[in-house]
């Protein structure tokens, strides 16, 4: 990399910072934030913050490079990329891209990985593609291995933001649906399963953050739903440390600032029989797995896990569900921009 290159920062918010950060780091402070609130922002961190044609007045050298700080579920990258060429810029590092000339990753990367030795897993992620059931699945897919291995964020198709959790085109749930919602946040799955027309025979929720574990409490309790639990799901009953942001995007951290408890499926739910489970534990999808395959093996539920918190989620969690041998059919379905919030449901025959 040309390291005497101006650089912009497209994007002024959280991963903005942490690539401003780095730059700092490295000696190689950026000129600019490129923000659609510049005119609000003014400076973040003592850096000049430009909507996009300020800034392209200001700093329109070829030589100069935009480097696009956005990694989230609502900005269409393949969209920020078009509109950055057509405002003239043609030097630009999507964040796939920047993490792979830098070798660095952002503090919460979910499933970016351009470091990671691909080649050594092709046999696993080709089984895995196989026991996919229709060609939807097998097309997103593909697209999300091009995405985690080359960084193809055009080749995404535009995401069900609608369907999270009950897509069109799959079986729809038996009802009245028994869940288990792991990674539960403050209800927000069970109430966007209501406004589709599923009814509940009741919810057992599992929420380690205490801000959101308050907000499903209330929900739960207030409409009869079922039971709130304030721990992680795991595959083992105990502590670990947990970062608590009081978001959907809490997680299990060994550098958190608090500590929580923890419990396997099988351990605190041994006496229900779930006909759903749905897993979004920011990262610890497989262990929750590994703990419920009792449960699972017992009941059969269908299954939603999401696979976008780690760069072999997309694979691992199919091939782990598959070896319980209990027949399912397994169907791959991306309901967020730039890979996020990418759901395996495995439905029993």
């Known amino acids: 990399m040309t390291i005497n290159r101006r650089i912009l920062i497209y994007g002024a918010g959280g991963l903005g910072v942490e690539v401003l950060n780095y730059l700092i780091s490295v000696d190689r402070k950026p000129v600019c934030f490129i923000d659609r609130r510049g005119a609000e922002l003014d400076n973040v961190c003592g850096v000049n913050v430009y909507q996009l044609e300020d800034a392209r007045e200001r700093f329109s050298n070829p030589e100069d490079q935009v480097v696009i700080a956005v990694h989230n579920y609502q900005s269409p990258i393949a969209e920020i990329l078009k509109i950055l060429n057509q405002s003239g810029y043609s030097n630009i590092a999507t964040l796939w891209q920047f993490c792979q000339q830098e070798r660095w990753l952002p503090q919460e990367p979910y499933w970016l990985s351009p470091h990671f030795e ?108 079922g039971e709130a639990i304030n721990t992680g799901t795991y595959d083992r009953t105990g502590t670990i440390r947990f970062s608590n942001l009081g978001t959907g995007a809490s997680h299990i951290d060994q550098r958190g600032e608090i500590t929580i408890k923890v419990e396997s499926l099988d351990s605190a739910c041994k006496n229900f029989a779930p006909t759903l489970i749905k897993m979004d534990v920011e990262g610890a999808e497989a262990a929750s797995i590994r703990g419920a395959e009792n449960l699972i093996s017992k009941y059969k539920p269908v299954l939603a896990i999401s696979t976008y918190h780690k760069p072999d989620d997309l694979w691992i969690l199919l091939l782990m569900i598959h070896q319980f041998d209990l027949n399912y059919h397994f169907y791959i379905r991306s309901h967020g921009c730039n890979g996020f919030d990418t759901v395996l449901y495995a439905v029993p025959a």
């Open 118 to 225: 691909w080649r050594s897993k092709q046999s696993e992620i080709n089984s895995a593609y196989n026991l996919l059931d229709d060609d939807t699945s097998r097309r997103l897919f593909a697209e999300q291995i091009a995405l985690r291995s080359h960084g193809d964020y055009v080749g995404l198709s535009t995401p069900d933001a609608s369907g999270q959790y009950a897509p069109d085109g799959l079986p729809p749930y038996s009802q009245p649906i028994r869940m288990i919602d792991c990674g539960a946040y403050d209800g927000d799955t069970i109430r966007n399963l209501i406004a589709r027309g599923y009814e509940f025979e009741k919810v057992i929720a599992f929420e380690p953050d205490p801000e959101s574990f308050s907000r499903l409490d209330n929900y739960l309790q207030s409409n009869g739903l």
